[in-house]
């Protein structure tokens, strides 16, 4: 992702934009992710501009990123809740982060995961 500034220009890769959701969804509690890669996680630039073939990099930022994070919930959490705050927390650390706007975040739940009971083996 590309930031143009008085002073120059920033690039930002998207392995750090993954990196930011992967924390946020680790330290999101009930939430484990499912998919992780940015080519899955970063749907698209909003309004970006591409210079040459490359995806994102060359892109130039005017009004946001859309991201999409597959995720598994804890049974017994109250997913719209859960998945509200897990949003709230990708878009403000990726924000706070790069200085790049998120226009959306798109959590799907792909899975709910069952506790394991001690001395009980899931098959």
Excluded at 56 to 69: K, P
Excluded at 74 to 87: A, V, Y
Excluded at 99 to 118: D, H, M
């Amino acid at each position: 992702m590309r930031k143009e500034f008085n002073q120059g220009t920033l690039v930002i890769s998207e392995s750090v934009i993954d990196f930011i959701v992967d924390v946020a969804v680790k330290e999101t509690e009930g939430v484990e992710l499912i998919v992780a890669p940015v080519k899955h996680t970063l749907r698209k630039i909003v309004g970006i501009r591409k210079r040459n073939k490359s995806q994102y990099e060359d892109g130039i930022e005017e009004t946001g990123l859309s991201l999409r994070v597959e995720v598994a919930i804890d049974f017994g959490e109250i997913i719209p809740i859960t998945c509200f705050m897990l949003q709230e927390r990708i878009k403000n650390d990726v924000e706070r982060m790069t200085g790049l706007k998120v226009e959306e975040v798109n959590v799907i739940v792909n899975k709910l995961i069952l506790p394991v009971e001690e001395g009980i083996e899931n098959d």
